[in-house]
């Protein structure tokens, strides 16, 4: 529904906010942003997947194997203390930034 | 259902990944579309629907692994490996004269693979050959110098040193008494010559200097059978005392 170019400043918080409560895998973090946005916001495998290489490797976010009675081998993310500071940083950034966009939308001329 | 590790290891192309991250990234992409492909059956899709359903998760793999591979460059292979790699997708399968070569390259390719393994032993090992070759090679040039390149004489290998031995104090310069009595009674030796290596004061035109020089016998260049390149030699008695003002200079 939004553009690509909208959506691309605010993957990476999206999936740190979403492992922020508990650790999640892969499918089911894509699952969670269609679920929560009401269908509006969706990101596909070849975008998501990257973007938890990418926070893996800078050391925001850690995946471990978890293999549960019945089902395969999931890797399962969850958020490390600098990944915590990091959202706290960006969350902060994004709310400012939806604020200044609102007040100028929103703003009458002077 | 699809083996979707199969079909992802299949399709995706991260060459310059370790084995381990490589196998890791098919894995948990597999797992993602095995994930899509038993919630489309869970909604009540069919086996083949649900197996388009997660199909169409990726429309273009090559996009994906150069994403994938630009996201998890970190974990990349060595680049001597990744050559390694290369160099081994070029040796030729069939037999004949090109077996050999084939050989030899994927015996190249080991060797660095090992090397790569162990850096620290690899540095090393390396150290010590060039140690060694240098020595050696320092060495060979000496020898060969000294030992085993001929004089540039002709008839060099008819040519003596003799030294005096005194029996206190060991091997000696040759008394210039006994060098005139040796050449005037010697029968064993068609010619004899007296070389003493010395250092003169040369009164430069910009100050004095020390210079290498050599007191000879009159008949040296003679006996070395060695003209000078500009001027003359010696004449007989220039070695004497009164007459001997006589230089020849070297180059």
Known sequence: MFSSELKKGSTEMLVLSLVESRPRHGYEIGKLIEARSNGRLTFALPTLYPTLLRLENRGWIKGRWVEKPGERQRCFYRLTLEGRKVLAAQRENWHAYVLAVNQVMDGSDA | MRDWDAFVRARVRLPGLTP??????????????????????????????????????????????????LADRRHARPAIERLADRLDSHVPTTKGGTRVMADMLRDTRYAVRQLVKSPGFSLIAILTLALGIGATSAIFSVVNGVLLRPLPYPGADALVRITEIVPQYGQFSVAPASFLDWRRQATSFERMAAFNAISVTFNAADGPERVSAAAVSWDLFDLQTTPPVLGRGFTEGEDLPLKNNVVVISH
């Open chain 2, 20 to 69: 381990v991250r490589e196998a890791r990234i098919v894995k948990e992409l597999a797992a993602q579309l095995e994930d899509c492909y038993r919630d489309a059956l869970a909604r009540g899709a069919s086996d083949a629907e649900a197996d388009t359903h997660a199909l169409r998760q990726v429309g273009d793999w090559d996009q994906l692994s150069q994403d994938v591979w």
